[in-house]
C-alpha cells in the first residue's frame, strides 16, 4: 500500500521560490502517476501539475506553467514541486496524490478522482 508523506512546506515573501517534496513510500518502483493540488481557504481543490505514470507526461495549470517542475528522479528519491515567482495567491494547503494503476492515456493527471493516495497536506503562505 502507497503512502505519501509530504514536507518542505512554510512561509516565504512574494518573488520567492520553495520546493515541497512528497516521498512515496511502501511502493519501489516509478511506476506511478503523481498529481499536486491545493486548497485555499473558502475555495475548491485546484490542480497545480502532475506527472504521469512511470515519470511520463507532465502537466500544469494555466497560472502555473514557467513558474513550476516536478521532478522524479527514479531512484526512490521523493518527487518534488518545484515553485518560484510565488505570488500570495499561491498561499494555500498543498496536497500530492498518488496513483500506483495505470490508467487509461485519455486520463490525465489533472483528474483528482483517479488518485487513491494522498499526502497529509501542506501549508505555503507567501508575504505580499
Known amino acids: 500500500q502507497m503512502q505519501l508523506v509530504e514536507s518542505g512546506g512554510g512561509l516565504v515573501q512574494a518573488g520567492d521560490s520553495l520546493r515541497l517534496s512528497c516521498a512515496v513510500v511502501g511502493h519501489r518502483n516509478s511506476d506511478y502517476a503523481m498529481g499536486w493540488f491545493r486548497q485555499a481557504p473558502g475555495k475548491e481543490r485546484e490542480f497545480v501539475g502532475g506527472?504521469?505514470?512511470?515519470?511520463?507526461?507532465?502537466k500544469y495549470a494555466d497560472d502555473m506553467k514557467g513558474r513550476c517542475t516536478i521532478s522524479r528522479d527514479n531512484t526512490n528519491n521523493p518527487d518534488t514541486l518545484q515553485m518560484n515567482s510565488l505570488k500570495p495567491e499561491d498561499a494555500a494547503e498543498y496536497y500530492c496524490?498518488?496513483?500506483?494503476?495505470?490508467?487509461?492515456?485519455?486520463?490525465?493527471?489533472?483528474?483528482?478522482?483517479?488518485?487513491?493516495?494522498w499526502g497529509q497536506g501542506i501549508q505555503v503562505t507567501v508575504s505580499s
Open positions: 496524490g498518488g496513483e500506483p494503476i495505470r490508467r487509461a492515456d485519455s486520463v490525465g493527471v489533472e483528474a483528482a478522482w483517479q488518485y487513491v493516495y
Open positions: 506527472i504521469g505514470w512511470s515519470a511520463g507526461t507532465q
